[in-house]
T-cell receptor
Framework: DAGITQSPRHKVTETGTPVTLRCHQT?????MYWYRQDPGHGLRLIHY???????DKGEVSDGYSVSRSKTEDFLLTLESATSSQTSVYFC???????????????FGEGSWLTVV | GESVGLHLPTLSVQEGDNSIINCAYS??????FIWYKQESGKGPQFIID?????DKRQGQRVTVLLNKTVKHLSLQIAATQPGDSAVYFC???????????FGQGTRLTINP
């Protein structure tokens, strides 16, 4: 395993409540990513970070915010959870950006979130 | 827009046979492709990658073929084993991009 810990691994929450998912890495990799995985959509990028305090949006960023105050932690926050955000969330890390030579992207084990 | 898809959502093979999983992509600018394996309840695991300056790359029991003319990618698994049962995803990206675009996935089932 690539030294990625996601927490919580499973969570059930109510619509309208805030939720924060945490991704912790021990690899000191520069890049961190949050993906969601849904049936029929595969994996889709929510947000990514290319350094401490440096973040950018992915393709499905609406309703989500992120923060990265330390190299090892990347937080994903749902400010007001909705049922459409019920999904499996994966954190990923890489040494360099996705395209660059020598890159391998490692994924965490996932966080199952259910919004009722 | 860019998209990556798979021809077959499921594939069943006999143990010991070779498996071929296909992937089509639509973005002609894509020049880096990765295959991932995802077992039930786990995150995707890197298998093998290939860049557009190659048409074939081999790993341990796996081979990836890239046909840029028809925008087609395939993953060949030799002598399929029960542990190969999983969902396989292809992903693409291109120079300067910061995201991978994933296909829908193919579920590979191994019959004893």
């Amino acid at each position: 395993d690539a030294g990625i810990t996601q927490s919580p691994r499973h969570k059930v929450t109510e619509t309208g409540t805030p939720v924060t998912l945490r991704c912790h890495q021990t690899e000191n990799h520069r890049y961190m990513y949050w993906y969601r995985q849904d049936p029929g959509h595969g994996l889709r990028l929510i947000h990514y970070s290319y350094g401490v305090k440096d973040t950018d949006k992915g393709e499905v960023s609406d309703g989500y915010s992120v923060s990265r105050s330390k190299t090892e932690d990347f937080l994903l926050t749902l400010e007001s959870a909705t049922s459409s955000q019920t999904s499996v969330y994966f954190c990923a890390i890489s040494v360099v950006g996705v395209w660059l030579p020598g890159n391998t992207i490692y994924f965490g084990e996932g966080s199952w979130l259910t919004v009722v | 827009g860019e998209s990556v898809g798979l021809h077959l959502p499921t594939l069943s093979v006999q143990e010991g046979d070779n498996s071929i999983i296909n992937c089509a992509y639509s973005n002609s600018a894509s020049d880096y492709f990765i295959w991932y394996k995802q077992e039930s309840g786990k995150g995707p695991q890197f298998i093998i990658d290939i860049r557009s300056n190659m048409d074939k790359r081999q790993g341990q029991r796996v081979t990836v073929l890239l046909n840029k003319t028809v925008k087609h990618l395939s993953l060949q698994i030799a002598a399929t084993q029960p542990g190969d049962s999983a969902v396989y995803f292809c992903a693409e990206t291109f120079q300067g991009a910061q995201k991978l675009v994933f296909g829908q996935g193919t579920r590979l089932t191994i019959n004893p």
